[in-house]
Nanobody, 127 residues
């Protein structure tokens, strides 16, 4: 079955960097849209980035554009989220999600677009 396991979270200072990994199993990576989402305490879950299936596009939330980069290594069945210039407001639990459907535009940034979810990894950015 489809499984997603996030890793790489931790504590980092403002301005620092972290790279999150999402190890996928049970499906062919490039045939699924893969998204990164986050949820801060007392806030709604928000889409951070997504790579659509078959390399048909990569999208980012305005709040992370230019600072975060998502990529995938099909040989390792792993998706990455490189986070640079981290801010305190980036503190959240980060989730990896996947879905086989081919959505138009940036709809993959919507959490309703994703069928499968990992359990998340905590990122804390301290000032």
């Amino acid at each position: 079955q489809v499984q997603l396991v996030e890793s790489g979270g931790g504590l980092v200072q403002t301005g620092g960097s972290l790279r999150l990994s999402c190890a996928a199993s049970g499906f062919t990576l490039d045939q699924y849209a893969i998204g990164w989402f986050r949820q801060a305490p007392e806030k709604e879950r928000e889409g951070v980035s997504c790579i659509k299936s078959r390399y048909s596009g990569t999208y980012y939330a305005d709040t992370v554009q230019g600072r975060f980069t998502t990529s995938r290594d099909n040989a390792k069945n792993t998706v990455y989220l490189q986070m640079n210039s981290l801010k305190a407001e980036d503190t959240a639990v980060y989730y990896c999600a996947a879905d086989p459907r081919d959505y138009s535009g940036s709809y993959c940034l919507n959490s309703n677009a994703m069928r499968y979810w990992g359990k998340g990894t905590l990122v804390t950015v301290s000032s």
